[in-house]
């Protein structure tokens, strides 16, 4: 007899396939123009460092291709020591764990704060890796919106309990979110915090793209609010900052990090000791030697290189999108979240827009409630000028004809 649906736990009834994993298999297709993934573009790659870092990492002996400790390389563990002192959060290395990538951080986080029935919060719309990170754990969903108003604790205790759990933890990107584009507030990133001293829950940070700011002035990161708060003492902190090289440097080497209080990176540490062992010594090596060598001049360079390539996509936007569509003018980040019609469904739409040589993501699958079928989500990171031109006209034209056939 093969194994049926009726072997697997019952965790894998929420396993869904990414729909951008799966979208990104039109980067292949001749002619088709890609605003779906948010992809780095390779040809900005610091390629001659990393492959003078890997040069380095095999010269110095077998120590880049043996086993290693868990917790991280601790050269690049000591980086990320002056890394986060400088956006405001004072740690050790003991407050740091390196991950197989901020994906495989976020799963990490999920296993360690969700059991079968909590309650997770996350924003309308939220980061679909994170979803499907948390989903292998069973959890329900409430919605947080600490910019335009929270429910208030008493609700979400009370809704949690319902459903037969507890409020477990709170999730955000607060700089330059993917899907949205957003940036919370400095009074929205307060809000967030008292609320989750009131529920007494652990925040996860997600700061993936928190160096890409092009525009505007930086807010200090969650967890630099929270231990400034708590007489700048990181092990009293509730929340977990989740950053990644992967938006930086390059996602290939699969390097990410946790910085959190030293109880949470233990058990974190324990985590991953069960999951891989750790993270390949010589891409933690290979990233130590990028991060000292290049990481200033390559955010420097890749900031320049993406804030063109948004402007260039909010003024294609402006010409060309009918009445009714609105969307987001990030600060930062990859991505543009643009809401249409009642009416439209983005799903829909993509299928005839492939058609037309244009693809992007539909929003729906960033909706923990399944709603925000009129929404789609567009990456300027890996298209030219001349292809966003192209691609929002296309895409315009199509909308047009759909919003009028509606009608």
Same mark, same amino acid.
């Given at each position: 007899m093969s194994i049926?649906?009726?072997?697997?736990?019952?965790?894998?009834?929420?396993?869904?396939?990414?729909e951008?994993?799966e979208?990104?298999?039109?980067?292949?297709?001749?002619? !088709?123009?890609?605003?779906?993934?948010?992809?780095p573009?390779?040809?900005?790659f610091?390629?001659?460092?990393i492959r003078e870092?890997?040069a380095?990492?095999?010269?110095?002996?077998?120590?880049a291709? +043996?086993y290693?400790v868990?917790e991280g390389y601790?050269?690049?563990? $000591?980086? %990320?020591?002056?890394?986060?002192a400088?956006?405001? !959060?004072?740690?050790?290395i003991d407050?740091?764990?390196?991950?197989?990538g901020?994906?495989?951080?976020?799963?990490?986080?999920?296993?360690?704060?969700?059991?079968?029935g909590?309650t997770a919060?996350?924003?309308?719309?939220a980061?679909?890796g994170? %979803?499907q990170?948390?989903n292998?754990?069973?959890p329900?969903?409430?919605r947080?919106?600490?910019?335009?108003?929270?429910?208030t604790?008493?609700?979400y205790r009370?809704?949690?309990?319902?459903?037969?759990?507890?409020?477990?933890?709170a999730?955000?990107?607060?700089?330059?979110a993917?899907?949205?584009?957003e940036t919370?507030s400095?009074?929205g990133r307060?809000?967030?915090l008292?609320?989750a001293?009131?529920?007494?829950?652990?925040v996860?940070?997600?700061?993936a793209? +928190?160096q890409?700011r092009?525009?505007?002035?930086?807010?200090?990161p969650?967890?630099?609010?929270?231990?400034?708060?708590?007489?700048g003492d990181?092990d009293?902190?509730r929340?977990?900052?989740s950053?990644?090289f992967?938006?930086?440097?390059?996602?290939?080497?699969?390097?990410?990090?946790i910085?959190?209080?030293?109880?949470?990176v233990?058990?974190?540490?324990l985590t991953?000791?069960?999951a891989?062992?750790h993270?390949?010594?010589?891409?933690?090596? !290979?990233?130590?030697?990028?991060?000292?060598?290049?990481?200033?001049? $390559?955010v420097?360079?890749i900031?320049?290189?993406?804030?063109?390539?948004r402007?260039h996509?909010?003024?294609a936007? %402006?010409?060309?999108?009918?009445?009714?569509v609105?969307?987001?003018r990030? $600060?930062g980040?990859?991505?543009?979240?643009v809401?249409?019609?009642?009416?439209l469904d983005g799903?829909?739409?993509?299928?005839?827009?492939v058609?037309?040589? !244009?693809?992007?993501v539909?929003g729906?699958?960033?909706?923990?409630? #399944?709603?925000? #079928?009129?929404?789609?989500?567009?990456?300027?990171?890996?298209?030219?000028?001349a292809?966003?031109?192209? #691609?929002?006209?296309?895409?315009?034209?199509l909308i047009?004809g759909?919003? +009028?056939a509606?009608?």
């Amino acid at each position: 007899m093969s194994i049926g649906e009726t072997h697997y736990a019952t965790r894998a009834a929420k396993m869904r396939a990414s729909e951008i994993r799966e979208l990104l298999k039109l980067l292949d297709r001749p002619g !088709v123009i890609s605003f779906a993934g948010g992809i780095p573009d390779p040809a900005l790659f610091p390629t001659d460092v990393i492959r003078e870092g890997y040069a380095a990492a095999l010269d110095a002996g077998g120590a880049a291709l +043996q086993y290693s400790v868990s917790e991280g390389y601790v050269p690049l563990r $000591q980086w %990320l020591v002056r890394h986060m002192a400088s956006i405001g !959060v004072p740690c050790t290395i003991d407050n740091i764990v390196i991950t197989s990538g901020s994906q495989q951080g976020l799963d990490y986080l999920g296993k360690l704060f969700l059991s079968p029935g909590d309650t997770a919060l996350v924003t309308w719309p939220a980061y679909l890796g994170a %979803l499907q990170a948390f989903n292998a754990y069973e959890p329900r969903y409430d919605r947080l919106a600490p910019e335009h108003g929270n429910t208030t604790p008493a609700a979400y205790r009370m809704a949690a309990e319902a459903a037969g759990g507890r409020v477990a933890l709170a999730y955000l990107t607060p700089d330059f979110a993917n899907p949205s584009g957003e940036t919370l507030s400095l009074d929205g990133r307060r809000r967030a915090l008292a609320l989750a001293d009131e529920l007494d829950i652990p925040v996860i940070e997600d700061a993936a793209y +928190q160096q890409l700011r092009y525009d505007g002035e930086d807010v200090p990161p969650l967890q630099a609010l929270d231990v400034a708060a708590k007489g700048g003492d990181i092990d009293r902190s509730r929340v977990t900052h989740s950053g990644s090289f992967s938006k930086t440097l390059a996602p290939g080497l699969r390097i990410g990090w946790i910085c959190a209080a030293r109880g949470v990176v233990q058990k974190l540490v324990l985590t991953k000791q069960a999951a891989d062992l750790h993270t390949p010594t010589i891409n933690q090596m !290979v990233m130590h030697h990028a991060a000292e060598h290049a990481h200033a001049a $390559q955010v420097a360079k890749i900031r320049a290189a993406y804030r063109d390539r948004r402007d260039h996509m909010l003024a294609a936007l %402006l010409r060309h999108m009918p009445a009714g569509v609105s969307w987001t003018r990030p $600060q930062g980040g990859m991505f543009i979240w643009v809401t249409l019609p009642e009416g439209l469904d983005g799903a829909e739409l993509l299928a005839r827009a492939v058609e037309q040589g !244009v693809a992007f993501v539909p929003g729906r699958a960033f909706h923990a409630d #399944g709603t925000g #079928g009129n929404s789609l989500r567009l990456s300027f990171s890996l298209a030219d000028a001349a292809a966003i031109e192209t #691609g929002i006209g296309r895409l315009g034209a199509l909308i047009a004809g759909a919003a +009028q056939a509606a009608a």
